[in-house]
């Protein structure tokens, strides 16, 4: 996703009533940008009114963040990462999030805090319980609604790896090692397990529409639409 791309809304009617909160998560190169396009698509075709999103971003004040989060000469430490993670979040939630849900409007948003779990609990600290402890205090002070929906895009680290390889520049976050990676797919797989029924995990091999198939599927039968 471009750097530039913030929120971007769809064109039909907003209902009056709770939208529904959707989530994509995955290491690097899963196809997560790939599946929400075509999800948006569908939504599109069926009348649905949607926001599509992102993290770390989402918000002019998040994207701003973003930027300093991405960029490979940003030296920063763990716990400075954390927090920034968290305040671009807060503000996406209050300026974005919230109130397109209370519109009626679906919201997609391409990552949420199952990445923080995974990227600064397990990437960065290996799974450390004092991190993750700091991490969940902070979904709990600052994260007002969690998706209802949230869909791994699962596929072995390597094969993300090269996916995304084919495209830009590495950010900050893409010049991390394998072992990085491995242990970012080690928090989903961990999340997963924790909370099976918000965290579906999708299989990421295949066609792009096979994968998109594979998603339809899981919202249809998750949110019965
Ligand atoms: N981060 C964090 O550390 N903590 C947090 O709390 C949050 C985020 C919220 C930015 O994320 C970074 O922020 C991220 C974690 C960190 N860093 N990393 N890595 P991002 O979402 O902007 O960046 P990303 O995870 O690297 O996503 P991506 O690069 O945009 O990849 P993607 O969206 O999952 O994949 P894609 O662009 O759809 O597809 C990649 C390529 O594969 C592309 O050429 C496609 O055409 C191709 N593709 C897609 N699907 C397929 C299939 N099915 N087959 C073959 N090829 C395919």
Not at 83 to 103: K, N, S, T
Not at 156 to 176: C, I, T, W
Request: proline share 4%; aromatic share 8%.
């Amino acid at each position: 996703m471009s750097a530039s791309i913030q929120a971007s809304f769809s064109q039909t009617t907003t209902t009056p009533t709770q939208g529904r909160f959707i989530s994509f998560e995955g290491t690097e190169g899963v196809g997560k940008t790939t599946a929400i396009e075509q999800l948006c698509a569908r939504l599109q075709a069926h009348g649905i009114d949607y926001l599509r999103t992102r993290e770390p971003g989402g918000s002019p004040f998040a994207e701003r963040l973003r930027e300093i989060l991405l960029d490979p000469n940003t030296a920063i430490n763990d716990d400075t990462e954390l927090l920034l993670m968290f305040a671009a979040r807060c503000d996406h939630m209050q300026q974005v999030i919230l109130p397109a849900l209370q519109r009626g409007t679906w919201v997609i948003c391409d990552r949420f805090t199952d990445s923080t779990v995974a990227y600064q609990g397990f990437g960065r600290a290996d799974g450390d319980a004092i991190v993750r402890a700091k991490i969940d205090m902070l979904i709990e002070q600052f994260v007002m609604q969690l998706p209802e929906l949230t869909l791994w895009l699962d596929l072995p680290v390597l094969e993300g790896m090269a996916r995304a390889n084919k495209r830009s520049a590495a950010d900050r976050f893409e010049q991390q090692a394998t072992e990085f990676f491995t242990r970012v797919h080690q928090g989903f797989s961990v999340l997963a397990s924790e909370q099976p029924e918000r965290i579906q995990r999708i299989d990421a091999s295949g066609s792009a529409n096979e994968v998109s198939a594979r998603i339809w599927q899981t919202i249809e039968e998750k949110l019965d639409i």
